[in-house]
T-cell receptor, first 119, second 115 residues
Framework: AQKVTQAQTEISVVEKEDVTLDCVYE???????LFWYKQPPSGELVFLIR??????QNEISGRYSWNFQKSTSSFNFTITASQVVDSAVYFC????????????????FGTGTRLTIIP | DTGVSQNPRHKITKRGQNVTFRCDPI?????LYWYRQTLGQGPEFLTY????????KSRLLSDRFSAERPKGSFSTLEIQRTEQGDSAMYLC?????????????FGEGSWLTVV
């Protein structure tokens, strides 16, 4: 069975500080995808990144960066020079590949980390 | 281009009443999903459509829940005889699987409060 753990329930940092959100996952499959979503107060889940299990390269997108460590089953997310607009709940999620081309790639989510950026 | 659209955004209903939510996916997406999210939790999978075919249902989807996607475009999620435990946000998502994989895009959700 799949499982995603986000041990940090809430984090508060002062604006312009860097912050890292932790994500640890469990799966029996060798092929899988990892995701991060942002959920602002409006409720919409905003897609941030999808990472294939075979691609362990770290990724940087502007102030966002992701560190994928297969050896520790972790997929951590860092925001550099945080801004008030980064305040939201962030979810890490895992999907396993479908059995067929029509199969469901349903997501298993963690419980989320509420990030508050203090001006 | 618009994202995944859901309505109504908020619904307050009395226990025992029926409610229906609508989802309009991103136009070229053939896959559609429903998830449910309660306070302080991550979304949980409810059901999945490939075009108009409902291919998977979670055991969370009791007999009071029914979802349809009649023409492979929009979808509806109906909850009959609502109970207080149904209070949650119902999220719709859509995707299109291509050579790069399957990225799932979510709508803003429909909040349900059963009183």
């Amino acid at each position: 069975a799949q499982k995603v753990t986000q041990a940090q329930t809430e984090i508060s940092v002062v604006e312009k500080e860097d912050v890292t959100l932790d994500c640890v996952y469990e799966t029996r499959d060798t092929t899988y995808y990892l995701f991060w979503y942002k959920q602002p107060p409006s409720g919409e889940l905003v897609f941030l990144i999808r990472r294939n299990s075979f691609d362990e390269q770290n990724e940087i997108s502007g102030r966002y960066s992701w560190n994928f460590q297969k050896s520790t089953s972790s997929f951590n997310f860092t925001i550099t020079a945080s801004q008030v607009v980064d305040s939201a709940v962030y979810f890490c999620a895992l999907s396993e590949p479908p059995i067929s081309n029509f199969g469901n790639e349903k997501l298993t989510f963690g419980t989320g980390t509420r990030l508050t950026i203090i001006p | 281009d618009t994202g995944v659209s859901q309505n109504p955004r908020h619904k307050i209903t009395k226990r025992g009443q029926n409610v229906t939510f609508r989802c309009d996916p991103i136009s070229e997406h053939n896959r559609l999903y429903w998830y449910r999210q309660t306070l302080g939790q991550g979304p949980e999978f409810l059901t999945y459509f490939q075009n108009e075919a409902q291919l998977e249902k979670s055991r969370l989807l009791s007999d009071r829940f029914s979802a349809e996607r009649p023409k492979g475009s929009f979808s509806t999620l109906e909850i009959q005889r609502t109970e207080q435990g149904d209070s949650a946000m119902y999220l719709c998502a859509s995707s299109h699987r291509d050579i790069s994989g399957n990225t799932i895009y979510f709508g803003e959700g429909s909040w349900l409060t059963v009183v």
